[in-house]
């Protein structure tokens, strides 16, 4: 339907209805006079203003209201009767505001303006959506009460939520490459408690989506899945641990994957000149730095790929049986750097189990270096010595080499010519005995 410009005082007796199933775009403001207009389905006003002397207007449950004017709600239904706003109804603002109209709690909400903030208003600090919080293009931005977003999720394209607003997640994070460029995110954001997903896909940016505010929650975590590249560069305090497992994850902040472990399965954890203090297991994927390196003050275990320069306090790794173990890879020029290296033993099998692999010298590549690359170790951990053996490190090549040494067991042969000697000796001190006591 298309409104000319509409002003009639006699619909009194007219209700106008937008069905569930139904859209209606307007062209034009329209004056209802005291007319009722109902929408079920999608009512798309542009910047155009629905006014009426003592009209009425309601938006049911399921529906959705989409305007651009720049005072939001407030300028764009201005029937001076009654105005209702379903709770479950779902809003998109293209305008500069979302208008003190706006219920504190909707179903989706979304933010749409080509460019410019869209001030989050209403009364009250804290805006509920129980699904989706989309931001697609122009800037979320706090309105002057009106601060906090309560998310059941989160998609984002092209667009930015500002530093003033906190956004707390009841669900997972998506970045849509449909609008390709970076998704902005300079507020705050709560995890929950919970596990969310970062689940970003590769647009045409380099990086797609960018957050510089402080992400937290305790006990939450962050599981990076998708093609696409997610920049962390806040001082981050969730605790729950941080995943990779496709694409790329940036940190640019000692803190930048919180206080938990780190656990690599794929993709890339790249660090932008920074150490951290997290344990990082790489069970596969790379890890890599801008230049001058990076490092961790916690422990590294599992294997995958150096992609640079990296320091370590502590590297843990698995022999899992008699014929494979884990090992890193150094990409070429990389370097790594390790205060100590910690043996562990899968299955119950080590130098203790009696198993007969352990009577002879065995070795183990534990890192594999690429052309020009170099490694460092300050030591071995406890437990290299054992009742059979010991184990010991050693540099070949580009490579750094686990060395088992068993200690040597005399043939059957050698204990029969050991017992032998001992019985000779045992005689000639017998005789010897003998000779003294006669004399």
């Known amino acids: 339907m298309t409104w000319g410009t509409v002003t009639n005082t006699n619909f009194a007796n007219v209700t106008f209805t937008v069905g569930s199933s139904k859209t209606i775009n307007f062209q034009d403001s329209a004056n209802l006079g005291a007319a009722a207009f109902n929408v079920g389905g999608i009512l798309n006003l542009g910047a155009q203003v629905l006014s009426g002397t003592s009209g009425t207007f309601t938006l049911d449950s399921g529906a959705t209201l989409i305007t651009s004017n720049t005072t939001g709600l407030d300028g764009a239904i201005a029937v001076t009767g009654a105005k209702s706003f379903s709770t479950s109804a779902n809003y998109e603002f293209q305008g500069a505001g979302t208008g003190s109209l706006l219920p504190s709690t909707v179903n989706n909400l979304t933010i749409n303006r080509s460019s410019g903030d869209v001030s989050l208003d209403g009364s009250g600090s804290t805006q509920t959506v129980s699904g989706a919080l989309n931001v697609y293009s122009g800037n979320l931005a706090a309105g002057a009460s009106r601060n906090t977003v309560n998310a059941g999720s989160l998609n984002m394209r092209n667009a930015q939520i500002n530093s003033g607003v906190t956004v707390n997640l009841n669900g997972d994070v998506a970045f849509d490459s449909a609008n390709n460029g970076t998704a902005i995110i300079a507020g705050n954001m709560g995890l929950g408690g919970s596990a969310r997903t970062f689940a970003i896909a590769d647009g045409s940016a380099s990086t797609d989506m960018s957050i510089s505010g402080q992400i937290g929650g305790s006990g939450g975590s962050l599981a990076k899945t998708g093609s696409g590249t997610l920049s962390l560069s806040g001082n981050n305090t969730y605790s729950g641990g941080t ?59 599992g294997s995958g790929t150096i992609g640079s320069s990296l320091t370590v306090s502590t590297y843990n790794w698995l022999l899992t049986d008699n014929s494979t173990a884990s090992q890193l890879t150094l990409a070429a020029s990389s370097t790594l750097t390790l205060s100590t290296l910690n043996l562990s033993f899968a299955n119950n099998w080590n130098p203790s189990q009696g198993q007969s692999f352990w009577n002879s010298n065995q070795s183990w590549t534990v890192v594999a270096g690429g052309t020009g690359s170099s490694i460092t170790l300050a030591s071995l951990g406890s437990g290299s010595t054992w009742g059979t053996g010991s184990f010991a490190l050693s ?28 019985a000779l000796v045992g005689v000639a001190a017998v005789r010897r005995r003998k000779r003294v006591a006669a004399a």
Not at 395 to 416: D, F, K, M
């Open 395 to 422: 540099n070949s090549g580009t490579n750094l080499t686990l060395n088992w040494t068993a200690t040597a067991v005399p043939e059957p042969s050698t204990y029969a010519a050991i017992l032998g000697a001992v």
């Open 243 to 301: 995943t990779v497992s496709n694409g790329t994850l940036i940190a640019s902040h000692a803190n930048a994957l919180g206080s938990g472990n780190v656990s690599i399965s794929g993709g890339t954890l790249h660090f932008n000149s920074v150490s951290v203090a997290n344990d990082i297991a790489l069970n596969s994927g790379t890890l890599t730095a801008s230049a001058g390196g990076f490092g961790t003050s916690g422990a590294l275990s």
